[in-house]
């Protein structure tokens, strides 16, 4: 009995944090299985699990009415509205031909009040994202952006608490380019999973693009402090101290950099041209070129930096070898020498 009450009493808790699946549910009647057959059909009740075994009158006239009845309200009161909001989520989530029926059929899904609110609220966050670059109108677009921040407002109203949805609406703030939005619930966000590395380092990003770099370091440097010799932590903390142009910092990060994370990785390429290292982007898309001497965009960003450091002729010369490998490119590279002549 010790064995059988823990294990059950294990999976009961271990379905708390995780989804159940076939193979655990298998083990689990298989087990109530074996239990029932050891306490039913036997002479002797002293190695049963369980003994008190209730007459043929009370299962068939108090029992098992009771346990249909039970299962029927539990179906239709938790099942069938769920399965309802899923039904009209699916296609409000497929293209419907007209954006309009896929507005109303989100409404509808909401409708349920089934515990499918927060599917629904993730896919029409994701829908109001999807469709701003759409030829769509502007009013239609408003109310997919009104129903998605109404919902994730009455989600964070209900729980102030959970760090994922905190997070979740931080990050839709800043789609929509509302990084003061963004920051505040990031933040809260913080105060509740308080080594939350992707956080960290999404807060840190957003406080680059508003110029608070300090912030950022500081943000960057606690990420690294809680995972020092995870690769991710090394580089975001490298980043911090390029915008920094912390030197102290990078010289003691050198030897634990991937020396080809900081050639391929685009963001070491957009941190030192946002700083205005173009001696380190040349060498960054130099070393790129070698590997690959053809590439148009890599030699369009070299001829970019060269015209900013005064350098045309070098910025000429790199557009005439796009035009010699891509001659389809010729007008478009024709344009941006005439921009580097200053004609």
Do not use: C, W
């Not at 083990?27 to 009740?45: N, P, Q, R, Y």
């Not at 108090?62 to 346990?67: M, S």
């Not at 030829?135 to 209900?158: D, G, H, R, S, Y």
């Not at 903390?237 to 010289?251: C, D, E, F, R």
């Amino acid at each position: 009995k010790s064995i059988f009450i823990g294990m059950i009493s294990a999976y009961i808790f271990h379905n708390i944090f995780v989804f159940d699946n076939l193979v655990s549910y298998v083990l689990f009647f298989t087990i109530l299985a074996f239990i029932h057959s050891t306490s039913s059909g036997v002479k002797s009740k002293e190695n049963a699990f369980y003994k008190k075994v209730f007459s043929g009158e009370v299962l068939n006239y108090l029992a098992l009415p009771t346990t249909v009845v039970l299962v029927v309200v539990s179906i239709y009161m938790i099942n069938v509205p769920a399965i309802k909001a899923n039904t009209n989520l699916i296609q409000a989530i497929s293209p419907q031909g007209d954006i309009t029926k896929n507005l109303e059929l989100f409404k509808k899904a909401y409708s349920y009040n089934s515990f499918g609110f927060d599917e629904i609220t993730e896919q029409i966050v994701q829908t109001a994202s999807s469709i701003s670059g759409q030829n769509i109108p502007e009013t239609l677009k408003n109310e997919f952006k009104t129903l998605a921040e109404e919902k994730l407002i009455e989600k964070i109203n209900k729980t102030p608490h959970d760090a994922r949805y905190l997070g979740f609406v931080g990050s839709y703030g800043g789609q929509r380019k509302k990084y003061d939005e963004e920051i505040k619930y990031l933040i809260r966000e913080l105060e509740e999973a308080t080594k939350k590395q992707t956080s960290l380092f999404q807060l840190g990003t957003t406080y680059i693009r508003m110029g608070e770099t300090q912030k950022m370091f500081d943000l960057f440097k606690k990420a690294y402090e809680l995972q020092p010799t995870a690769p991710e932590s090394i580089n975001i903390y490298a980043l911090g101290a390029i915008y920094m142009k912390n030197t102290a910092v990078l010289k003691e990060l050198e030897s634990k950099i991937n020396p080809n994370t900081i050639i391929n990785d685009n963001r070491f390429l957009s941190a030192y041209s946002a700083v205005g290292d173009y001696n380190m982007v040349i060498k960054i898309m130099d070393t790129r070129l070698k590997t690959d001497p053809k590439n148009a965009q890599y030699k369009l960003t070299l001829a970019s930096v060269y015209s900013t450091i005064g350098q045309k002729q070098k910025a000429i010369d790199l557009l005439n070898e796009i035009v010699v490998d891509h001659p389809e490119y010729k007008a478009d590279v024709d344009g941006f020498i005439k921009q580097v002549q200053g004609e």
